[in-house]
C-alpha cells in the first residue's frame, strides 16, 4: 500500500499557518519551527546524508534502519533523519548514540521552505523513505544537482531520480513506466531486515503458566471492533482452551476484561483471558508463540514479523498482500495459505482446524516462514547495492 500525503506537509500556505498554530498552541514549536524548514544539521564537515521520512511507523522504522546501516559502513558520513510525526520510542533507540546523527521533524513543500532546508543542511544526497513525494522538494533536488534516491516511495510526478527501490510489483510497475529513475532496483521489502527472526518462545511459557494451552492473534485490527472480538472470544469454544493476544491501534478504552501488556506483571493471565498488545515491541515475541495469527489492515513491519513467527496467517485482504511476493513464490503458494477470512466465525473454524492438526499447522508455518527469508536475501541483497550507492554520493 502506498502512502497518502499528508497536508499538513504539503505546500497550501493557509493550511500550513493554520497547522504551525496549532502546534504553537499545543507546545510543539519543533514541529511548527521545522514545518519552514529551520533545522541544524548535526556539527562537523564530513558528507551529509538525509533521510526523509513520511508519518508512518513503517517510514521512520526504515529510514532509521538505513541510517543505522549507513553508520556501520561509513565513518565520515553526517547523518540526519526528518520525519512528520515523532515516535520517540523508536527513533531514539534505533539512533541515539549514534555518531554525527541527528534526527527530528522535518520541512514541509512550499518552495521557501524548500530552499531554506537544503541551505541548512546542504545534503550530499537524500533517501526519500516509503513517503509520498514532495514535489518542490523533488523539483528543488533536481534543480541543485543534489542526488535523491526513492526507497519504498509511489512515482513522483516532479524531479529526477538517482535510482528507485520499490517495495511490492505495484511500485516497481510505476517507477518502470515513469522513465523518472536512473535505475530501477528489482523489488524487494527491505523491511524484512528489520524483522527479529530468531525469537524465543519464552512469552507462551509465561501465558500458559504451565498449563496445556492454545495461543491465538490478531494484529492490525480496528479498534472499533474490540467490543465485538470479545463477545465472540467469550462465547467461542477456543477461549475454553487458550488465551487471545489483540493488537488494535488507539484502543483507548478496551474491555473490562482485557489486560494491556504494558502494565502486564508477568504473571499467567488465565486461560480465556485476552492480552491487548499495546506495546509493538511484544509483536515479535507474540508471533512466535501464537498457534495462528491473523492480520487485519496492518503496515509492512507487523506482516513480515507475523510471516516470521512460523505459525499460519490468514489475512483480511489477499490481493493487497500478493503484491509482495515475486511472481514464482506466488504460483507455488496453495490457495489456503494467507487465506482471506473477513468473518470472525470462519476465523473460529480455521483455528479449529489448525488446533485439532498440530501437524498441518507446523508445516503451514515452516512454508511462510520459509516465504519470509526468502524476501530477506532478496533484500539483503537490494540492500547491499543500495548502501553501495549512497557511500559514492
Not at 513517503?131 to 524531479?159: M, S
Not at 516497481?172 to 513506466?177: F, G, S, T, V
Not at 487458550?242 to 494491556?260: F, I, S, T, Y
Not at 509483536?283 to 513491519?301: K, N, P, R, T, Y
Request: proline share 5%; glycine share 8%.
Amino acid at each position: 500500500m502506498s502512502p497518502a500525503a499528508d497536508p499538513a506537509y504539503g505546500s497550501r500556505l493557509l493550511w500550513l499557518w493554520w497547522q504551525g498554530l496549532r502546534d504553537r498552541l499545543h507546545g510543539n514549536h519543533r514541529r511548527a519551527s521545522a514545518r519552514w524548514g529551520h533545522l541544524r544539521p548535526p556539527p562537523g564537515s564530513g558528507r551529509l546524508v538525509w533521510a526523509e521520512a513520511g508519518g508512518t511507523e513503517d517510514s521512520v522504522r526504515l529510514a532509521a534502519g538505513l541510517l543505522q546501516a549507513l553508520s556501520a559502513t561509513q565513518r565520515d558520513l553526517r547523518l540526519v533523519l526528518s520525519f512528520e510525526q515523532e515516535y520517540p520510542q523508536l527513533a531514539g533507540r534505533m539512533l541515539d548514540g549514534l555518531r554525527d546523527t541527528a534526527y527530528g521533524y522535518g520541512p514541509a513543500d512550499p518552495a521557501r521552505a524548500v530552499r531554506r532546508t537544503l541551505r541548512a543542511l546542504a545534503p550530499s544526497g537524500v533517501l526519500m523513505v516509503a513517503r509520498h513525494p514532495a514535489p518542490n522538494l523533488c523539483a528543488g533536488l533536481e534543480t541543485t544537482g543534489v542526488q535523491c534516491v526513492a526507497v519504498h516511495t509511489p512515482v513522483a510526478k516532479k524531479g529526477r531520480f538517482e535510482a528507485a527501490y520499490p517495495a511490492d510489483r505495484e511500485q516497481e510497475e510505476a517507477w518502470i513506466r515513469c522513465r523518472r529513475a536512473g535505475h530501477v532496483a528489482p523489488r524487494a521489502d527491505l523491511m524484512t531486515l528489520l524483522v527479529e527472526a530468531q525469537v524465543d518462545p519464552n512469552f507462551r511459557v509465561l501465558l500458559c503458566g504451565g498449563q496445556d494451552c492454545s495461543v491465538w492473534c490478531m494484529l492490525g485490527v480496528d479498534h472499533r471492533q474490540c467490543r465485538q472480538i470479545d463477545a465472540w472470544w467469550r462465547a467461542s469454544g477456543l477461549a475454553r482452551r487458550g488465551v487471545l493476544l489483540v493488537a488494535a491501534e488507539h484502543c483507548r478504552r478496551p474491555p473490562a476484561a482485557w489486560q494491556r501488556i504494558s502494565s502486564w506483571d508477568r504473571t499467567a493471565p488465565g486461560i480465556g483471558a485476552v492480552l491487548l498488545l499495546d506495546d509493538r515491541r511484544w509483536f515479535a515475541a507474540a508471533a512466535a508463540s501464537s498457534d495462528a495469527i491473523h492480520l487485519g489492515d496492518c503496515d509492512a513491519w507487523t506482516f513480515w514479523q507475523a510471516l516470521a513467527g512460523g505459525c499460519p496467517v490468514t489475512v483480511s485482504g489477499r490481493a493487497a498482500v500478493l503484491g509482495r511476493f515475486d511472481a514464482d513464490s506466488i504460483s507455488a503458494l496453495p490457495a489456503d495459505l494467507l487465506a482471506e477470512v473477513r468473518d470472525l466465525a470462519v476465523l473460529e473454524r480455521f483455528w479449529s482446524q489448525m488446533q485439532a492438526d498440530p501437524i498441518g499447522l507446523r508445516q503451514r508455518g515452516d512454508v511462510l516462514r520459509r516465504l519470509f527469508w526468502g524476501e530477506r536475501r532478496r533484500a539483503g541483497e537490494v540492500s547491499r547495492e543500495l548502501l553501495d550507492r549512497v557511500s559514492a554520493w
